[in-house]
């Protein structure tokens, strides 16, 4: 079956600029990460979604960042004035339910570069 | 005290050797373990979970739990240049909010022919 999907793959913007990053989960997934790596970082948790609910936020890293989830399935985060220190590869990720027995899937990230 | 904590490497082996790579925790609570494979310019992909102390066996990959040690470790038997990659070991976060996973900082495995 798909896995997860995510568009675009590159994203080149200028400082300042809004961008949107999607997400498709896994058919049937009810929970949804966005996680970023950054180059020489490990994997950085953003946020969890729980069907259209976002009960853990804690880890986005300021208020220009924000999602949403609509229709228990696709996401959308959206970071606004961007600045260099974004740039990074952002990963979204699916598993069958938000407990800690259940296995994430990743999609293939969006690779962000801001000039 | 970093949460999830693995030599970050590289580790080096001939083809055909076994692979082993290692992962400590500090949460006692834990209770799920994950092995990621990420190859360069790739995104993680799960290659093996955990949950009972003692070893789980799936083809050429081994993943053994102590608990007691907080230790978790994966085995690769048999290694191929293809198992060149970098491995993350993961551990959920427990919270009220969600189960998001922390992950190490990865061990480069370098698998040479």
């Not at chain 1, 228990?72 to 260099?84: C, D, E």
């Not at chain 2, 001939?14 to 360069?40: H, K, M």
Request: with cysteine; glycine share 10%; charged share 20%.
């Amino acid at each position: 079956g798909a896995g997860v999907s995510q568009s675009p793959s590159n994203k080149v913007t200028e400082k300042g600029k809004d961008v949107e990053l999607r997400c498709d989960p896994i058919s049937g997934h009810t929970a949804l990460y966005w996680y970023r790596q950054s180059l020489g970082q490990g994997l950085e948790f953003l946020i969890y979604f729980q069907g259209n609910s976002a009960p853990d936020k804690s880890g986005l890293p300021s208020d220009r960042f924000s999602a949403e989830r609509t229709g228990g399935s696709v996401s959308t985060l959206t970071i606004q004035r961007t600045q260099q220190e974004d740039s990074a590869v952002y990963l979204c990720a699916s598993s069958l339910g938000g407990g800690a027995a259940n296995e994430q899937f990743f999609g293939p990230g969006t690779r962000l570069t801001v000039l | 005290q970093k949460e999830v904590e693995q030599n970050s490497g590289p580790l080096s082996v001939p083809e055909g050797a076994i692979a082993s790579l290692n992962c400590t925790y500090s949460d006692r609570v834990s209770q799920s373990f994950f092995w990621y494979r990420q190859y360069s310019g790739k995104s993680p992909e799960l290659i093996m979970s955990i949950y009972s102390n003692g070893d789980k066996e799936d083809g050429r990959f081994t993943a053994q739990l102590n608990k007691a040690s907080q230790y978790v470790s994966l085995l690769i038997r048999d290694s191929q240049p293809s198992d060149s990659a970098t491995y993350l070991c993961a551990v959920p976060r427990y919270n009220q909010a969600g189960t998001a996973l922390i992950f190490g900082k990865g061990t480069t495995l370098s698998v040479s022919s």
